[in-house]
DNA sequence: CCTAGTGTTCTATTTAACTATTACACTATA
DNA sequence: TATAGTGTAATAGTTAAATAGAACACTAGG
């Protein structure tokens, strides 16, 4: 995995495992690797995978069971809360970056079109 | 100014430059405020100011005269250049993120409709 | 009971960002 | 030429992130 690094590596870690939790790639109920096995596979240190892993399982994303590993979830309606709000998160700060630079409401939507379009165009998704 | 703890600060004063430009508040041949000033206004250190010009005076934003002040390029094109680059890579990462969550284009964009409306709704901007 | 696999915690060290301070270089102007 | 305002640079110290390594706690299975 490449970071970047203007942002903390357990920053990037627990948006790394966001993702794959919330976009169902990790199912509630699913056991993630092994803290040592994410700490070779991410090539970073056990603190670093930990750090990660402590703030989701405050979050409630993630349960920890001594001894057996660790869990996603099974609170289906946590989860889907945390990837609106994510989601949300997201469209708020394009939108606030892109409105900072005068581009107007209908501006901002017609520019994310004609990014999707290139983007097609491009190459086949 | 308030800062987010998990980017570097020289980095999020120069976005924060760079937006005052390509959103024309500061405008091609403008000087701008003393190193010394903007550090005051900032509440930081006079190095960390430095450090985020000397990037932008590498990258042809900002000129520097030394006993004079530092003054945003005249160089149009490459303002105009400059702010179509940021544009695409905000859409471009915001894009990558929902995608990652499973949404498809379509969803994308309404979603982001949904949040503009929102937010018009919540506040007449 | 022992062992392997798991999460958890602690200490020490390194590195980069940031700060504080000082000094230097150049420009304009009284 | 003296002074104030400007950018530039170097040094030293602080802090947080990340690493390395070790130890501890719990679970399952032979």
Redesign the pocket.
Known sequence: MK?D?K??????IKQHLYHEILAATLKPGD????????AVDL??????I??A??EM?TEGVIE???????FVTQDTARLAQLKEQLVMAQLALVYAQLHALNLSDDEIIESLKRYIEQKGAAQND
Do not use: E, H
């Open positions: 970071f690094d942002v903390p590596i357990y920053y990037q056991k993630l690797p092994a803290v040592r096995q994410l090539t970073v240190n056990v603190n670093t930990q750090r892993l402590s399982i920890s069971r001594r001894g057996k590993g660790n």
